[in-house]
Each structure stands twice: as C-alpha cells, then as structure tokens.
Nanobody, 126 residues
Framework: QVQLVESGGGSVQAGGSLRLSCAAS????????MGWFRQAPGKEREFVAA???????YVDDSVKGRFAISRDNVKSTVYLQMNSLKPEDTAVYSC????????????????????WGQGTQVTVSS
C-alpha cells in the first residue's frame, strides 16, 4: 500500500508556472505507475498526465507542450511541471498510483488507479 501527499499548489497569474509534487510513502515506489488528474468546480475529474515505471510519459492534449510529468524514484516523488498556465487550468490536482512493475504502460483512466492523494488547489487568474 502507498500513501500519497501532494504539494506545490497555489495561486498564480496567467502565463506563470508551478511545479506540483506528489510524495509517496511506503516501499517500492519504483513499482508504481503514476498519474495526475484534475477536477474543476462543477466538472468531472479529468486526466492530465501519466508516467510508467519505465519512465514512459503521456500528457493530455489540453496541456501538451505546457505540462510535463517526471518521477524521482530515490525521493519517491512524482512531479508535474506546469508552464504557461491558463485560467482554465484552475482545479484541484490529485496524483494517483497503481502497481505496475517493470512496465512501459501508463494509465489514463482514473478507474485504473488504486491509490489517491488528497489533492492540491491550483488557481490561475487572468
């Protein structure tokens, strides 16, 4: 089992940057595929980015070229670098994990993940 804690959210003006972190507790972080999702008020949760245990990455078209996902297995942390932020990026961002050792597969559906963090708020003003 793994516990996830997000940090790095906050308020920023449009065009600014933030880096979200998701720290995992427990063993074998390197065996978990990780993902970032977001949920804006009144909207359903949506996929943002994912990374496999073999470091394959995928980002949603809505953030492609602006957001990047990475992981540091030594620090048991996954990151979401967000650049050129827009007001429509405002949401609660949550990280998720599922066991997937030694695999190039990343997961884009929330139902494919077993563990979730509490989320961190990102607010982008125009």
């Amino acid at each position: 089992q793994v516990q996830l804690v997000e940090s790095g959210g906050g308020s920023v003006q449009a065009g600014g940057s933030l880096r979200l972190s998701c720290a995992a507790s427990g063993r074998a972080f390197s065996s978990y595929a990780m993902g970032w999702f977001r949920q804006a008020p009144g909207k359903e949760r949506e996929f943002v980015a994912a990374i496999s245990t073999n470091d394959n990455t995928y980002v949603d078209d809505s953030v492609k070229g602006r957001f990047a996902i990475s992981r540091d297995n030594v620090k048991s942390t996954v990151y979401l670098q967000m650049n050129s932020l827009k007001p429509e990026d405002t949401a609660v961002y949550s990280c998720a994990a599922r066991v997937s050792p030694f695999s190039p597969i990343y997961y884009v559906s929330s139902g494919q993940y077993s563990y979730w963090g509490q989320g961190t708020q990102v607010t982008v003003s125009s």
